[in-house]
Every structure is written in C-alpha cells, then in structure tokens.
C-alpha cells in the first residue's frame, strides 16, 4: 500500500525555519506545486512506529495527513470547527527529534506554521508579485503573523516513525485551533496592517478582495 505525503510548506529544519515562499521565485498565475514536496511513503516501509503498532495502526490524522495534507485531516470529525497544522521534521538523530517534539509549545513555536499558511494564502490570491499586489500590507501582514502568541492554539498529538529504506525517523506534531478564534486573529492583523499603510488603488482593490474571501482558501 503505497500513500502519498504531501510535505507542503510544513517541514521544519533545526538550522533554517523558512515558507518555501521566501526560497522561491514567485509565479504570475500562482501554482503552489512549485512549493509543495510530495513524497510517496509505501506502509511496508515503516519498519518502527511510536506505538510499536503497524504504520496502518497509525493515528487517524497522521494517516489522514499522509494522504492529503492539513485540509483533509480538518474534515474528520473531530477537527471540523478547527484549523490543523502539522509540523514535520526529518532525520536520523532519534533523540535530537524527539527533543523538538517534547519542546514544541503552541505559544512560542506555532506562529511560523500560522505564518505560513497565511503568506500563502496571500499568494494564492495575487495575480502579480505580493510586493506589488498589496503593497507594504503584505509585509506589515507577515510581520504581524510571525509576531503573533497565538495563545489558542493546542498541541494535540505527536508521533513518529522510521523506515527501512532511509533509516530516517519521521516525527509529527497535531496543533489545532478554533476556526472562530483564528479568523479574529487574523482579522485584526488585517486591520492592523491596513492601518499601517498607504497602498495605491489597484493595491487597495486587492487588499479589499482578501479581506472578502481570505478564509475561502484558508
């Protein structure tokens, strides 16, 4: 049984935690499968689990995860009126990732993955580089959202395992947070970085449009 992970902009490295937006050059007509790494994860390949179960015994929203990434673990049940973020990291040092994975807290570690989901949100949406799509909003918006406590946000889970081919171990951490709480936050970012700028009237335009449909695509 073969399933496909879909890394997408959520792998964390210990030296450099980065959006593959800001490695990458902006599209036009924005294709995010120039930012999204997919891999294809065979079961019989996961040799070691957290649990010592089989990789099909794994918890529901990694494999959910595994398979389509954080909007289709937000359709289980149990996440339906919260946003899901998963944070990913990759290695061979057991004892380093597990380290990571027993530090993460929401509070100090979270804002990167919020931050990211939104710079791509706002990506997704422009038609022309994000600098002059929205002007300076663009960077007061990503300056907010790395600034940000989100203090909401929950660390549900964590779980690793290995495979056989790479010897590498793969860890996963669950955060969630109320969709409602979320879109406040970001709401105010909003407003806070429309305050902060001037932007011309096509800027304007696009400013207002996000503001319209940004949880469309969120």
């Known amino acids: 049984m073969k ?50 179960t089989h990789a099909s015994f794994m918890p529901e929203w990694l494999l959910t995860f595994i398979e389509g990434g954080n909007k289709a673990v937000e359709q289980i049940e149990k996440y339906k009126d919260k946003y899901v973020f998963v944070g990913v990291n990759e290695g061979s040092n057991f004892i380093t990732l597990n380290k990571w994975a027993e530090n993460f807290t929401p509070q100090q570690d979270f804002a990167i993955l919020a931050a990211c989901r939104i710079e791509e949100r706002m990506i997704q949406g422009a038609s022309l580089y994000p600098d002059d799509e929205y002007g300076a909003f663009y960077l007061s918006m990503i ?16 779980y690793w395992f290995r495979k056989r081919s790479s010897e590498a171990y793969n860890f996963f951490i ?39 449909t940004f949880f469309e695509g969120f």
């Open 143 to 158: 300056t907010t959202a790395y600034g940000t406590a989100y203090q909401d946000a929950v660390k549900e889970d964590a």
């Open 3 to 52: 399933i496909k992970y879909y890394s997408a902009i959520l792998i964390l490295s210990f030296l450099l935690i980065s959006c593959p937006g800001q490695n990458k050059a902006f599209i036009p007509e924005p294709d995010f499968s120039v930012y999204a790494t997919e891999k294809t994860i065979q079961i019989d390949d996961i040799v070691e689990t957290k649990t010592g």
């Open 174 to 212: 669950i955060i969630t947070i109320d969709k409602n709480t979320m879109q406040t936050i970001i709401k105010e970012m909003m407003a806070k970085a429309a305050a902060e700028v001037s932007p011309s009237a096509p800027q304007l335009n696009s400013i207002n449009r996000l503001w319209q």
